[in-house]
């Protein structure tokens, strides 16, 4: 066989492999989601309920223990905004169209978003490595009671907490935001407080902030499902965890931009 032939056969091989495995990965994906979905009616329905503690654990590090990752973030991404876009809008002799236009960006789409990165890059990875740890002890592969019940302990509490979490998170990220938008703007680049603070105020419509809240909703379910996935589907041992930790994290950003674009296209079809 000439190099040339040998060249094309390993292509074939590659590609044919790489076709194989992300049609089992996106199988394996199909397959979590629809068990995630179908547990959490019947967690909730159960005799049990949800479980609460490790619903409340899911919730606090979620809610609380991201607070201050959160504040930082937005705040700093409220600052960036005002910096770039005052000063744009001023050469065109519209300084103070900027305190609203950015008001709007923060509120409709960047708020979430950097909650959804924050979300992805600490509990994406937070929860493929505690259910890769646990899942391999506690639950191994079995029967489908084994299954069912670490969907029920492992799985829905995080999800739901996440779900729940995310238009909070936004809120304060949403917050934090146009803070560091109005201290930016009014300390930094020499316009009136009070005229930054009334253009701000007057970009808050409910459909730009229901559609941060929507957005933080959906980018906290499509966290929380990349960061299980991969920690039920680790095997055991540090090197299987840290793989799923990659992994989670990854899928979790990929995650939340896909789903960003996904909603941007839906919100702009039916003008909301």
Do not use: W
Request: glycine share 12%; with cysteine; hydrophobic share 55%.
């Amino acid at each position: 066989m000439s190099s040339t032939a040998a060249l094309q056969h390993s292509f074939v091989v590659a590609t044919g492999r790489f076709a194989v495995e992300a049609l089992l990965a996106i199988g394996g994906a199909l397959s979590f989601l629809g068990r995630t979905t179908l547990a959490i009616p019947r967690t909730l329905s159960s005799t049990k309920s949800l479980r609460r503690r490790e619903f409340m654990e899911a919730v606090q590090e979620a809610g609380i223990e991201t607070l201050p990752l959160v504040a930082f973030v937005a705040f700093a991404m409220g600052s960036v905004l005002a910096l770039v876009g005052v000063p744009q809008l001023d050469r065109l002799g519209a300084a103070l169209v900027a305190p609203n236009l950015v008001a709007i960006v923060i509120l409709r789409e960047m708020g979430a978003l950097m909650t959804g990165f924050c979300m992805a890059g600490r509990l994406g990875s937070a929860n493929a490595a505690e259910l890769a740890t646990h899942a391999s002890m506690a639950h191994p592969p079995g029967t489908r009671a084994d299954v069912d019940e670490a969907f029920d302990e492992l799985v829905v509490p995080r999800v739901v907490a996440m779900a729940l979490m995310g238009p909070l998170l936004v809120l304060y990220a949403n917050a934090f935001g146009l803070l560091g938008s109005i201290t930016v703007g009014a300390g930094l680049l020499d316009i009136p407080a009070v005229d930054y603070v009334d253009r701000t105020r007057a970009a808050f419509t409910a459909k730009a902030t229901l559609a941060g809240l929507i957005r933080g909703g959906v980018f906290g379910v499509a966290v929380g499902l990349a960061g299980c996935f991969h920690g039920l589907r680790s095997g055991g041992g540090p090197v299987a965890v840290s793989q799923a930790v990659r992994r989670g994290v990854v899928t979790a950003v990929l995650g939340v931009v896909v789903t960003d674009v996904i909603l941007a296209i839906f919100f702009n079809k039916v003008r909301f």
